[in-house]
């Protein structure tokens, strides 16, 4: 691997592209393998900081761009106005996020030349993953963040190996991921020690993976109508779609449901208190119990702006809770300063929704107390539930329309899955096209819709868990395994300077 420049670009743009194939859907680990261990090839032969820092760059961009591509899709739904940006845009996208597992090789790199004694074989490996798991934290996390396939989803396809992240989180994950997917990079001995590590955690996820009594709790009914997005806001198909979306609500076992559950922005149209539609929606609420849809919300003034938000109706067609999400898509949902700089927002998109004031948790009769999550909001660690007491299970309100059968929806799930397991806490998925699911608190799927299929799902909510450490610590628990991590990295550099020392003597 002594590479100089373009080459050196060249071969790590190819490993990091490769290294996103082992991302859901396709699960092709061994691409991972190779994608880290050349990761690590071109750090050790880097010149300096800033050779690693480019290297580093351009395995990202390639990374990232395979990782994203799917969001040109969304450019190309009718009408396509902006679908030349499309390819452009994703190109931007993953150039700038490549610098992020470029700063880490690039700091890995400082700090090897500054402190020597990080240069022996498992060291480097160490060092590598500590500052590549900053680094992910750094994307999820600097403006506004972009947690979007993050290492540890290469295990998604054996849900037991998902299990670490109840300790330490997706994140946590990452680290121990970077570790035993490098393992070949120092030989065969840690190869070896990496697939005994992925063994004794697939024996223990699994044996922490006890069976979840699912009898007596509130049954309720996921509807995936699987309405294209091109058709979806057609004003001439409005009755039609609502129609459509009441009568899979009222199929048979409608009475003895608690709740009916509509995806995201699921009435083709804005919702205002009062409307007339809130008495139709509410044909759809099961005795005594409630409808919860995502909607586009609005009040009767509309200067306020639209809300992309949850409601629940009761059977009166009253809204009797609300949740507006919080963390909206930058440049998708809302454009920065839309107010101030109203003919520039117009340009730019077709309109903003509103930010809401934070996460909630609803607790209504009948139905066990939820925190929503709409979308996007989803692929955020420790940031999934509202504040005060915690809630028994999680909704996830989605519309991956957008994005056609491409590899988005299905990386989408693997984020919900991870936040059950993180949260201790079974997650309810309802999406426009799929894939909706019903996720226990271990992150199993016991029951799904795939891509775009027509149809509904009921089920039992399933328990939740005791909380986590995760769960009851967030992000606490991430930084005690950085320390843990460092420490043992010390250590190691410790008895390496020993052994050279020793080994220098006559």
Known sequence: MTLTSWRAAGVAFLAGALAALAMPPLYWLPLAVLGIVAFVWLWDTASGPKSALLRGWAWGTGHFAVGSYWIVEAFFVPPADFALLGPPIVVGLAALLGFFPGMAAGAAKWAAGRWPSLGGRYCRLLLLAVAWTIAEWLRGHVFTGYSWNPLGHVWAFATPLLQGAALFGVYGLGLLTFMILAAPAAGWRASILALIAVGAAGFAGQAAMAPLDTAGGPLVRIVQPNTLQAEKWRPELRAQHMAKLVEMSRRPGFDGLAAVIWPETAPPFIVEPGSAALEYMATAVP??????????????????????SLLVINGAGEIVATYDKVHLVPLGEYIPFHKQLAPVAGFIGRGSFEVGESRVTLDLPRLASFS?????????????????????????????????????????????????????????????????????????????????????????????????????????????LLMFAVAVLVALSRFTGREKTDNSKP
């Open 287 to 308: 005795p005594d119990g409630y409808l919860v849809t995502g909607a586009a919300r609005g009040t009767r003034n509309r200067e306020d702006g639209v809300w992309n």
């Open 372 to 480: 929503p999550i709409i979308c996007y909001e989803v692929i955020f660690p420790a940031a999934v539930t509202g504040p005060g007491a915690r809630p028994r299970w999680l909704l996830n309100v989605t519309n991956d329309a957008w994005f056609g059968l491409s590899s988005g929806p299905y990386q989408h799930l693997t984020s919900a899955r991870l936040r059950a397991v993180e949260e201790g806490l079974p997650m309810l998925r309802a999406a426009n096209t799929g894939v909706s699911a019903v996720i226990d608190a271990h992150g199993r799927v016991l029951a799904a819709l795939d891509m775009q299929r027509e149809g509904i799902i009921d089920h039992v909510i399933p328990p939740a868990r005791e909380p986590t450490p995760y769960g009851r610590w967030g992000d606490g628990t991430l930084i005690a």
